[in-house]
């Protein structure tokens, strides 16, 4: 049984990826740990991660991975703990795990040996779990911080916000901890939904979602609908059309730097000529030569309905080498997003401007730390953003 007056070292505010993580290490630096969660049960979106099988790192993680307002912030803490340092917490648990591709590391079995793990982890450290509390809110009274959550007030030292983001809701996202920064008049950066599905709408809907459940490896940018920002990374990986529009890797990775008007640019054969066969003297230039080359870098499905959009007006060499452009940077228009109850992850949070890239703790709160996706960090899809919940976790947890 708690003692209500009791006050802790550190009262840490979500049990998720970032919030174990912190509460273990603080745990082992000696300081008394309260971690509260609102949930039945600690890591509920680890378990789901990387398709049940958590992509818990990515070995080529660099600064260049992650968005934020200050893209310079992340770099502190992610020096300080590495994907490496995550691999020797995993091998020494002696979990199972393999590197899938681009640097990938997933679980072989299940990712609740992740959970398992950093449970233990807490135990070992004396860390004092309560699930089922929901916090309410965080206030600053003479010698620290007051916690108070659905089950009464919890008196602080220090408090560490690791509530996450708003991205899935039924898997207990809330924006309290965008609610607590406020309060303590930190700047936001507005929430977004980010590595989620894009949607096309009217006549491009109609013709796209006719082949639902087609993917394709592609390259995927966005195109910024005002030549006043700047070009977005581009990705090659693999697009999916949905029933909605556009999903798979590439198409989540480009829109995480979607804004609204702005459109998506494929290419679906990337550094392939594709129709040059074509132009060459005597080749036959009819419908069935066309979409036989194309079949040969994309599905069936795909090219036929591809090229129902794109047939070239006549077979003149001109039109024949416009297709091969169009086929390199096809540009559809997106209407919106599926929004937070499909994406993986929030882009935006709490200001980087207003922490210290050391600490994690708000510049003009000392005591007071943000860690993990609730704060204006977020990462490429890939295992990068449990890299940041690790390496904020823990950049947090040496200044406790
Ligand atoms: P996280 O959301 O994990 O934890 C926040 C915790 O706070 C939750 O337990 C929540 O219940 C709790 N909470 C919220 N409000 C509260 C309140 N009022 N009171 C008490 N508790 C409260 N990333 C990656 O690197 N590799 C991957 O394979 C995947 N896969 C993936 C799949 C899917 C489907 C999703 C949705 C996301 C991913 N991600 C991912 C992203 C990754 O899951 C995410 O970036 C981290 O979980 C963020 O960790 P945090 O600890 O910051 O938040």
């Known amino acids: 049984m708690q003692n209500p007056q009791q006050r802790w070292d550190t009262v840490i505010l979500g049990a998720g990826a970032a ?4 509460a273990a290490e603080a745990g082992k630096r000696g300081r008394s740990v309260l971690l509260l969660e609102h949930g039945e049960r600690a890591g509920r979106k680890i378990l789901i991660s990387g398709g049940g099988r958590c992509n818990f790192t990515n070995l080529d993680s660099k600064p260049a991975n992650f968005l934020s307002e200050n893209p310079h912030f992340a770099k502190s803490a992610l020096s300080r703990y590495t994907p490496q340092d995550f691999v020797a917490l995993v091998e020494k648990h002696r979990i199972p795990y393999h590197h899938k591709t681009l640097g990938q590391l997933f679980c072989d079995g299940s990712a609740q040996a992740i959970v398992t793990m950093l449970e233990a982890e807490c135990r070992e450290a004396r860390v004092v779990v309560q699930g089922r509390t929901a916090v309410e809110r965080v206030s600053r009274n003479a010698d620290g911080f007051a916690v108070h959550t659905s089950a009464g007030v919890r008196l602080a030292r220090t408090v560490v916000v690791a509530t996450g983001g708003l991205s899935i809701p039924k898997m207990g996202a809330t924006g309290i901890g965008y ?7 930190l700047r936001m950066v507005e929430p977004r939904a980010a590595l989620v599905p894009l949607t096309l709408a009217g006549d491009a809907l109609e013709h796209w979602a006719a082949i639902a459940g087609v993917s394709a490896e592609v390259t995927a940018t ?3 609908a005002t030549k006043r ?3 977005a990374p581009i990705f090659r990986e693999k697009l999916l059309f949905t029933h909605r529009g556009l999903s798979g890797p590439a198409v989540l990775q480009a829109s995480s730097y979607r804004e609204p008007g702005d459109s998506v640019r494929l290419d679906l054969a990337p550094g392939q000529q594709v129709f040059t066969p074509l132009l060459a003297p005597g080749a036959r230039r009819d419908e069935a030569s066309t979409s036989a080359l194309l079949r040969a870098h994309v599905s069936q499905r795909l090219s036929d309905r591809w090229l129902r959009a794109n047939a070239p007006p006549d077979w003149k060499n001109r039109s024949l080498e416009q297709m091969e452009a169009t086929l ?7 209407a919106g997003d599926e929004g937070f109850s499909k994406a993986e992850v929030t882009r935006g949070g709490v200001s980087t401007s207003d922490l210290d890239s050391t600490t994690m703790q708000a510049r003009g709160v000392p005591g007071l730390a943000f860690i993990g996706e609730v704060v ?3 990462g490429h899809l890939g295992g990068h953003n449990f890299q940041w919940a690790w390496a904020s976790a823990v950049a947090a947890a040496a200044a406790l």
């Not at 609610?179 to 008049?185: L, T």
């Not at 390199?328 to 997106?334: E, N, R, V």
């Open 229 to 231: 920002r700047a070009s």
């Open 19 to 22: 919030g174990l993580m912190c």
């Open 328 to 334: 390199h940077a096809w540009t559809l228009p997106i």
């Open 179 to 185: 609610d607590i920064a406020r309060a303590f008049g």
């Open 376 to 378: 204006d960090v977020t």
């Open 222 to 224: 966005v195109i910024p």
